[in-house]
């Protein structure tokens, strides 16, 4: 099954990828201008890898960020399953792997690291897809 998994940021959406068993790849990051072109640049992200299923990076913390991303959601045009996955702490995690190689953090380098983290952590939840 091809997985996607995204980290839904103010200014950026991470990406990452699973095409075949376990390996998770980042993408480029989504650059966010407004959410109704953060919402296209995804749908057409995911018709373009032929995504069958949609990981969605979630805070256990913050009501008000769980509220964004789920309006950030209803914005997509799924045409195929989504799960939230808890994410907390997968951008610091990000941040920690790419210390001393990342001069520019707004280039989206860890924000897609950060949807890798998430869907990594999907993938060792479940017994097998």
Known sequence: ???ASIDVGLK???????LTSNIVTPQNAIL??????????VNAFLKEW????????FPSSSEDTQNRIKHFINLLELKIPFEFQEENMSSHEAEEMM???????KDGRIDSLAAKIILERFLAKKPSL
Do not use: P
Not at 12 to 18: F, H, K, L, S
Not at 32 to 37: A, I, M, V
């Open 1 to 3: 099954m091809k997985l």
């Open 12 to 18: 950026r959406i991470g990406v990452a990828i699973c």
């Open 32 to 41: 966010r201008k407004n959410r109704n072109q953060a919402a296209n640049d």
């Open 50 to 57: 032929e995504i069958e299923k949609l990981i969605v990076g």
């Open 99 to 105: 210390k001393g190689e990342i001069k520019h953090k």
